[in-house]
């Protein structure tokens, strides 16, 4: 029998659970009453703003509105954070710490670099015309708007659009400067959005004078020369303050396209440029039509520097940069320096006119408005560089940029490693050329058309695509990448399985460098441009090493297989056109699948070239192949240059160069004519024009039977891909 104080408890504890658990019931009960009450209370204080109808379709549109604007902030904030990072360090870009002045391969000085900067002005100091000028075409709403100026923007927008040839600039003032304190010249939506936020903060803490002064002070004028003091200095060699208005609307036409409208580049265009200057300054109202008409008469007459602008600038600005690594690893503390170069101004002026003269000519046929060349002695010094069709108009240097795709040109890494890798191949063994699938990936030839066993000679001569992927399935395809970077490629790129076919990012420097290794008997040839550095006052700060010693990167017998394979290439494949009469031609073309990239990479005994055709914007162009207009401009150029010098062979090529000869042995007793090197400085047309002249000469002293044996040689025309 169980003790009755432990029914009792028992009960007891019941009660209180039941208790709870109506205590609990009640207040859900409650809490959700409360609830509803208020959901009523406000549900009846927003009914008042209810809005149907036709009403609602603006409420909708301005609620989402707002919605978009409030995503759009935090967007915009986010990414106008790191520029207040760039404010917080009190920090400016610097303009270029170092000058330098660049001599050729003869010691001739072909252009300058770096500072070229004046002590600069008062505002109140600079001539008030010069002032007025800036403002009536770079931003009239100066003194009036907050840094960003809405209205001129518009109005630029729309100026602009109906083709208005004034170039008026939707950027004010302070964002231009925002932009040369703080940031870089791409352009992307990120750093305009970061240029907005900065021209409010540096009109939170500058005057409107002091931003103005800081335009005039660090604003790039072309020519080397930052701030309108040292411009006025370069262009008319005088100061600034002393400048006439046609002078300061000359000027003030630099400030938005510095290589474009300098006078030393393009006179005619800095004048033009500077009429509509005037213009601006009659429209703003700051001067009357009669005020400006005598500056109209007589435009600026700036300094003759014909000299600089015919300078290989595309190269300079590269052994720029070259320059200042080397300058800055030495520990020198001077900041004037000389650097003897690798460029050669005859050979430079050669390719500039070979590569021009393709794109001017037959450019607009093949929807291709853009070419680089490298060109390098066996030994990697650098002789041209041409970056592209106008430094004027696009400092873009697309000859050091690795942002293009190879195409078949990078099929000389496939096979020489597969030589290297292994031994018993050589150019005529004989392989499958039977299409095999990586993947779902299958590789197609360019002709569409599937092959059966063919040796790798015939393969590479005519540019087979499935073979050099069946090799890269045999040795792997990461020997191959490891290859390439080996002996010439810098750059990084993904080891894909159209990796064979030449999908990697690759510059024309680097594959340049790369073909010069087979020129250069398979030893590692990097290129370089610079030879010797030192301070003005003569001090020494880097020379080149000539018995530096050479590191073999590739056998002697993958040397001779692929400068063999290369031959045929040019004399019955893909690279017709690039056979030069008297002078044993390699090489290889290329075209991407997209016919975006179109390359012919090759040499001779004397010179190393590399030549790319495409579009800056990377549009198709109109079915372009390695096989046509690179070919043509790397033929025209190595015409060019072959002339009056003696031939060097080819290793591993059998072919008989033309004989080192002007002129043959005039007859007995009359003086012969003798054979002397070609001088620097001649131009292509001028060559020619040597020549003819060596011929009637030589008619005159011994007959037609003794003519000048050497002569430019045209390609003869064939059909190549």
């Known amino acids: 029998m169980q003790d009755p104080f432990y029914h009792k408890e028992k009960r007891r504890k019941k009660t209180r659970m039941l208790a709870a658990d109506a205590w609990l019931d009640s207040a859900m009960y409650e809490f959700g009453q409360s609830v509803g009450r208020v959901y009523t209370v406000v549900e009846d204080f927003f009914s008042r703003f209810r809005v149907s109808g036709f009403k609602r379709f603006f409420v909708e549109i301005f609620s989402d509105v707002l919605s978009f604007a409030a995503i759009g902030m935090v967007l915009v904030t986010a990414l106008a954070l790191p520029a207040f990072d760039a404010t917080a360090t009190g920090r400016f870009n610097k303009v270029e710490d170092y000058a330098v002045t660049f001599l050729d391969r003869y010691g001739n000085e072909v252009g300058r670099r770096g500072i070229r900067s004046d002590d600069s002005y008062p505002l109140d100091k600079l001539p008030d015309y010069l002032v007025k000028a800036t403002l009536a075409t770079e931003d009239r709403r100066f003194y009036e708007h907050w840094g960003i100026d809405v209205v001129g923007t518009l109005r630029a927008l729309m100026s602009n659009a109906q083709g208005d ?39 939170w803490h500058y005057t409107k004078d002091e931003i103005l002064k800081l335009y005039f002070d660090r604003a790039y004028m072309g020519g080397g020369a930052f701030g309108a003091a040292a411009a006025s200095e370069f262009y008319f060699g005088k100061k600034v303050t002393e400048i006439t208005l046609a002078e300061s609307a000359m000027l003030a036409g630099l400030f938005k396209a510095p290589t474009r409208y300098a006078p030393h580049v393009d006179i005619a265009a800095a004048r033009g440029r500077a009429n509509l200057v ?17 500056a109209r008469r007589s435009p600026a007459v700036p300094v003759d520097r014909s000299e600089e602008a015919n300078s290989p600038n595309y190269f300079l600005d590269y052994a720029f940069e070259e320059s200042k690594k080397i300058i800055e690893a ?146 792997g395809r990461q020997p191959i990448a490891d290859f390439a970077r080996k002996i010439g490629l810098q750059n990084d790129f993904p080891v894909t399985r159209s990796l064979a076919l030449g999908a990697a990012s690759v510059s024309v420097i680097d594959m340049a460098s790369s073909y010069a290794v087979f020129a250069n008997h398979g030893y590692k040839t990097p290129a370089f441009g610079i ?101 043509i401009a790397w033929q025209k150029f190595m015409a060019y240059a072959h002339t009056n010098i003696e031939i060097k062979p080819v290793e591993g090529v059998k072919f008989q160069p033309a004989p080192f000869v002007i002129a043959n042995a005039a007859p007995e007793g009359q003086p012969t004519v003798p054979a002397v090197e070609r001088p620097p400085g001649l131009k292509p047309g001028a060559a020619q024009k040597l020549l003819d002249m060596a011929n009637l000469i030589n008619n005159a002293l011994g007959g037609a039977a003794n003519q000048v044996a050497l002569t430019v040689a045209p390609a003869a025309p064939s059909k190549s891909l």
């Open 165 to 203: 040839a004034s170039l008026q600039g939707g950027s004010s003032i302070t964002q231009q400067l925002a932009k040369n304190l703080f940031l870089s010249s791409e352009r992307t939506l990120e750093r305009k959005i970061k240029e907005a936020y900065l021209s409010v903060w540096l009109e």
């Open 531 to 631: 030879t010797r550095i030192s301070t003005l006052t003569g001090e020494p700060v880097f020379d080149a090493d000539p018995d530096a010693p050479r590191e073999r990167v590739v056998s002697e017998q993958t040397v001779n297989y692929m400068n063999r394979m290369m031959r045929a290439v040019v004399e019955s494949g893909t690279g017709r056109r690039a056979q030069i009469e008297g002078v044993p031609s390699v090489g290889k073309t290329g075209t991407t699948s997209s016919y975006r990239d179109a390359w012919f990479c090759g040499f001779t005994g004397n010179y190393v070239a590399a030549v790319w055709f495409g579009n800056d914007d990377y549009q198709m162009t109109r079915e372009l192949t390695g096989g046509t207009l690179p070919t």
């Open 278 to 294: 005037l213009s601006n300054l009659v429209d703003a109202g700051f001067l009357t039509e009669g005020q400006v008409a005598a």
């Open 330 to 475: 030495s520990g020198s503390r001077s900041n004037t320096f000389v650097v003897r170069t690798t460029i050669d101004p005859v050979l430079q002026s050669y390719a500039e006119d070979a590569v021009t003269s393709v794109v001017r000519e037959q450019g607009e046929a093949y929807r291709v408005s853009q070419a680089a060349m490298v060109v390098l002695e066996p030994n990697g010094a650098i002789r041209a560089m041409v970056g592209g069709m106008d430094y004027g108009k696009s400092q873009f240097n697309r000859a050091i940029v690795p942002n293009r795709q190879p195409g078949s040109a990078f099929k000389l890494f496939d096979y020489a490693t597969a030589f290297e890798m292994i031994p018993e191949y050589d150019p005529d063994t004989i392989v499958s050329g039977a299409t095999q699938c990586i993947g779902n990936w299958c590789p197609r030839n360019y002709s569409g058309n599937s092959v059966g066993r063919i040796s790798l000679i015939s393969a590479f001569q005519q540019s087979i695509n499935t073979v050099p992927v069946n090799l890269s399935i045999k040795t």
